[in-house]
Every structure is written in C-alpha cells, then in structure tokens.
C-alpha cells in the first residue's frame, strides 16, 4: 500500500487496530490531547546521571540518554512527519502492528521507534542500589526456569553470548509465559507480540567508555542495579492486559 492510499484510510483503520493495544504506561512518550508540535518525546530520567556509579558511569550515561537515545527520538519524529494516522498513537502500539506502517518508513520505525521503546524500558528498570527480586515475577521466573539463580544465569548468558548489537530481553509471550532471548539492533519484542519487561542494553555504546570490551564485566555490573520492583509491576501489568 503506497502513502497516499495509507492516508486515505489510515486514520480509520489504524484507530481500531491499535485500540488499548499499549499496557505499559512506560511507554507514554508523546504529546496527548492532540498536540503533535513536539512528537514523540524523550523520556526523563528517574535519576541523576551519575546515580548508578559505579555500575554505569556518568559520562556514558549523558552520551548514552542524551545522544543516542535522544537520536533515536529526532529519526523517528521525521520519519513519522504529522501522519495523525500514525503520531496519535504510542510507540508500543507502532510497534505491535508493524506491518501496518507505510512500507517506506517501517524499517525507520523499526530502527529508531525501537530505539526509543527500547531504551525507555531500559531506563526505567534501572535503580540506584537495585532492588530484591520479589512478587509474581519471582514466583514466575522460577516456575518457568527452575530456580531464580537459573533464570538470573539465562538471562546473563544470553546478554553475554548475543553476537554484534543488540539486547537481551525478559518477556511476557502472547500466552503469558515468561521468555528470555536476545533480538538484534533495536529490534523489539512488540513486533513479536510480546511484552518486554526487563531488558539489557548490549550495543558497544552502552558500556565501551568505562569497560571497552568486557561486556561481560558490564553485564555482571548492570545486575546490581536492576529495579526489580518495577519490573515485577510491569510483569503483573503484561499480565492483566
């Protein structure tokens, strides 16, 4: 379907399919009430730069949030214009219906739109000091993976193991199961009709200034600062939706 023929019916057919497809108020990044002058927006962090030192300096957190991420965000506002058929709705929900984006900006979406859904999750379960992993998702986790030490060394591994860029992933499945695995670039877990609860950042950017090439040292490091609690509320949120 070419853009003009989108247009025509866009609005009409994608206010229904992306209808209460969008869970996680994570990903509230855009102007609402129809206000489209600044598109999808950065979101703001819950902490200094400097709050997660050790673990993840301040320098490559300004370069990383404030760079790349924000990078992400500019990509993906000109390559969606003003199509209202399109800025009125979430990343989250662009995302999952992916291929009812124009052919001739979905890969930019993929690109960058995941890029911001993926760093905006990112974000947001990281904490100072971290937190005790509890709740459902505790309970979960070991159900689907035998043990938490299990899950904890799945998921690591599969952060340490995925070749080139990308992230590691903990996520609630179209059943509602729990999966971990690795998907490239900033593809996103939305485009399988999965929500993302948890993941890891493995782009060299991520952690290059203050580990070079230990990613595994990153890893183990990140481990110390995951915000568990938010993430047991974004399982119990995927899992009620």
Do not use: C
Not at 45 to 57: G, M, Q, S
Not at 180 to 199: E, F, R, V
């Amino acid at each position: 379907m070419n853009r003009r023929n989108f247009l025509i019916t866009g609005s009409t057919a994608l206010a229904g399919i992306f209808l209460a497809t969008n869970p996680l108020r994570i990903y509230a990044d855009h102007h609402e009430h129809g206000d489209h002058t600044h598109g999808y927006e950065l979101p703001k962090l819950r902490y200094a730069y400097d709050a997660l030192e050790p673990h993840i300096d301040k320098r490559t957190m300004e370069i990383h949030y404030g760079k790349h991420h924000q990078g992400y965000v500019n990509k993906l506002n000109a390559a969606v214009g003003d199509d209202h058929a399109l800025v009125d709705h979430s990343i989250e929900d662009l995302l999952r219906n992916i291929e009812k984006v124009p052919r001739k900006i979905r890969q930019a979406v993929i690109n960058s739109g995941g890029g911001h859904a993926n760093h905006t999750l990112f974000w947001s379960t990281m904490i100072p000091s971290g937190r005790e992993l509890k709740g459902k998702v505790a309970e979960a986790m070991q159900s689907s993976f035998g043990s938490l030490d299990a899950a904890k060394e799945k998921f690591a591994s599969t952060a340490k193991t995925h070749f080139g860029s990308g992230w590691a992933w903990l996520v609630v499945d179209e059943k509602k199961k729990l999966q971990i695995y690795a998907t490239k670039n900033q593809d996103s877990p939305l485009m399988q009709g999965h929500t993302p609860i948890l993941g890891l950042d493995v782009w060299e950017h991520a952690y290059y200034l203050k580990y070079q090439n230990r990613r595994g040292d990153y890893i183990d490091a990140w481990s110390n600062i995951v915000n568990w609690t938010q993430v047991n509320l974004n399982y119990v949120t995927a899992t009620k939706a």
